[in-house]
């Protein structure tokens, strides 16, 4: 429980939602034969607390650190006084958080009473008096200290997405919106970020199985560094000798060894059974284009450009609640095609969507989701076009928030 402690605290700082040390470094618990933290702090009688109320053997507390503080905190306030929780629409919390619960206190009842019914809470209390200035998230684990990282991580991701897409409808329905411009102002620095330069990844065409895991295993782990997912989720397969290697479902991009099924062409193995649930998407692509890679990951700009409509438009759109698996418009960031569908292959899956998109693009956005790319001989290209696509849907977003607030 120790290292698994120790891991997933190192994670949240490695992510950049948290600084290593100081009031700012994340707390992560664990009951294992006694109550063991990563480090100490004046939080940690009323967390351990929790663990009296609720059938859990870990806990997570994050103070994000800068943007995601002044984005929480904004999204938070909002959220105590319209119905106390924040609603986001991307695919991971549309799947698996559903709403963002909020409370105004550090109160043990309050956190107990929302972490029985749903897997986060936003604390969102300024009390000198205790000391505790909010936002701060917590988010519990019953089996490892991983459910409370991977939570609190999508916590991070759904409020930054919510924010920018909220922030862009806002101005194109003419809304002012002062509090929100401050907090967009603030966060712009953030965004001006240069982003890494692309990692010196192996070349194809491989000739050896190893050399196809060993691929996979290195880009999985800088498609986490480079922070182009939500935690570590996303997918990504190879096509190598009429087999298709595709991580599984759940894995952790960052740590890929042992997390890849091998899937015959010709469906004589079972092998797929733990797969990726986009496993039928990757085989309709590469069986339509040819490609031999395929990187799936959750760039949060193209997120927030898939859901970027036109408000007019969406007051009288019959899908409005539909928009990830009905959306009727032909969109497009430049020749990026976007395109509805859901996880799986139900009858609005991606593998209805996507390959067919494919066809004429190396790269398409799924509304809410994430991004696809696809490659020829190896993952040097398929990277490349996933840090270019983000970096053109950041471009566009800021070029119209600019032209937007002139007008």
């Given at each position: 429980?120790e290292n698994?402690?120790?891991?997933?605290?190192?994670?949240?700082?490695?992510a950049?939602?948290?600084?290593?040390?100081?009031?700012?470094?994340?707390?992560?618990?664990g009951?294992?034969?006694?109550?063991?933290?990563?480090?100490?702090?004046?939080?940690?009688?009323?967390?351990?607390?929790?663990?009296?109320?609720?059938n859990?053997?870990?806990?997570?507390?994050?103070?994000?650190?800068?943007?995601?503080?002044?984005i929480?905190?904004?999204l938070?306030?909002?959220a105590?006084?319209d119905?106390g929780?924040?609603?986001?629409?991307?695919?991971?919390?549309?799947?698996?958080?559903?709403?963002l619960?909020?409370?105004?206190?550090?109160?043990?009842?309050?956190?107990?009473?929302?972490?029985?019914?749903?897997?986060t809470?936003?604390?969102q209390?300024?009390?000198?008096?205790?000391?505790?200035f909010?936002?701060a998230?917590?988010?519990?684990?019953?089996?490892?200290?991983?459910?409370?990282?991977?939570?609190?991580?999508?916590?991070?991701?759904?409020?930054?997405?919510?924010?920018?897409?909220?922030?862009?409808?806002g101005?194109?329905s003419?809304l002012?919106?002062?509090?929100?411009?401050?907090?967009?102002?603030?966060?712009?620095?953030?965004?001006?970020n240069?982003?890494p330069?692309c990692p010196d990844?192996?070349?194809?065409?491989f000739?050896?199985?190893?050399?196809?895991?060993?691929a996979?295993?290195?880009t999985g782990?800088?498609?986490?560094?480079?922070?182009?997912?939500d935690s570590y989720f996303?997918?990504?397969?190879?096509?190598?000798?009429?087999?298709?290697?595709?991580?599984?479902?759940g894995a952790?991009?960052d740590?890929?060894?042992?997390?890849?099924?091998?899937?015959?062409?010709?469906?004589?193995?079972?092998?797929?059974?733990t797969?990726?649930s986009?496993?039928?998407?990757?085989?309709?692509?590469?069986?339509?284009?040819g490609?031999?890679?395929?990187?799936h990951?959750?760039?949060?700009?193209?997120?927030?450009?898939?859901?970027?409509c036109?408000?007019?438009q969406?007051?009288?759109c019959a899908f409005?609640?539909?928009?990830?698996?009905?959306?009727?418009i032909t969109?497009?960031?430049?020749?990026?095609?976007?395109v509805?569908?859901e996880?799986?292959?139900?009858?609005?899956?991606?593998?209805?969507?996507?390959?067919?998109?494919?066809?004429?693009s190396?790269?398409?956005?799924?509304?809410?989701?994430?991004l696809?790319?696809?490659?020829?001989?190896?993952?040097?290209q398929?990277?490349?076009?996933?840090?270019?696509?983000?970096?053109?849907?950041?471009n566009?977003?800021?070029?119209?928030?600019q032209?937007?607030?002139q007008t």
């Amino acid at each position: 429980m120790e290292n698994l402690i120790k891991k997933y605290a190192g994670k949240l700082v490695e992510a950049g939602l948290a600084v290593s040390s100081g009031p700012g470094a994340p707390l992560v618990g664990g009951l294992d034969q006694t109550m063991v933290w990563n480090t100490t702090a004046p939080e940690i009688p009323l967390l351990e607390n929790i663990f009296q109320h609720l059938n859990i053997n870990s806990l997570v507390f994050l103070r994000p650190t800068f943007p995601y503080d002044r984005i929480i905190r904004f999204l938070a306030g909002r959220a105590l006084t319209d119905g106390g929780s924040i609603l986001p629409q991307d695919c991971e919390t549309r799947t698996f958080l559903h709403d963002l619960p909020v409370v105004d206190q550090f109160d043990l009842h309050a956190i107990v009473k929302t972490l029985k019914h749903r897997k986060t809470v936003i604390v969102q209390e300024n009390d000198p008096k205790t000391g505790f200035f909010g936002p701060a998230v917590i988010a519990p684990g019953t089996v490892s200290p991983e459910q409370g990282f991977v939570h609190i991580s999508s916590v991070c991701f759904a409020c930054f997405v919510a924010f920018f897409t909220n922030y862009l409808a806002g101005l194109k329905s003419g809304l002012q919106d002062p509090e929100m411009d401050q907090v967009f102002d603030q966060v712009l620095p953030f965004l001006q970020n240069k982003a890494p330069a692309c990692p010196d990844l192996m070349h194809g065409p491989f000739s050896r199985e190893q050399d196809v895991y060993a691929a996979m295993v290195q880009t999985g782990r800088e498609i986490v560094a480079h922070g182009l997912v939500d935690s570590y989720f996303g997918n990504i397969s190879c096509c190598w000798n009429n087999t298709l290697y595709i991580s599984q479902t759940g894995a952790c991009l960052d740590e890929l060894t042992g997390c890849i099924d091998p899937v015959p062409l010709d469906g004589s193995s079972t092998a797929g059974i733990t797969a990726s649930s986009e496993l039928t998407a990757h085989l309709e692509t590469i069986a339509r284009t040819g490609c031999q890679t395929i990187l799936h990951g959750h760039p949060r700009f193209c997120v927030i450009a898939s859901m970027d409509c036109d408000p007019a438009q969406k007051a009288v759109c019959a899908f409005a609640d539909r928009c990830h698996t009905h959306c009727p418009i032909t969109r497009h960031i430049d020749s990026v095609p976007i395109v509805p569908g859901e996880v799986g292959s139900g009858p609005f899956g991606l593998c209805n969507t996507l390959p067919a998109a494919c066809d004429t693009s190396d790269s398409v956005i799924v509304y809410g989701h994430g991004l696809f790319v696809t490659g020829k001989t190896d993952f040097t290209q398929a990277f490349s076009t996933l840090t270019a696509v983000e970096h053109l849907c950041k471009n566009r977003y800021l070029e119209q928030v600019q032209r937007l607030k002139q007008t």
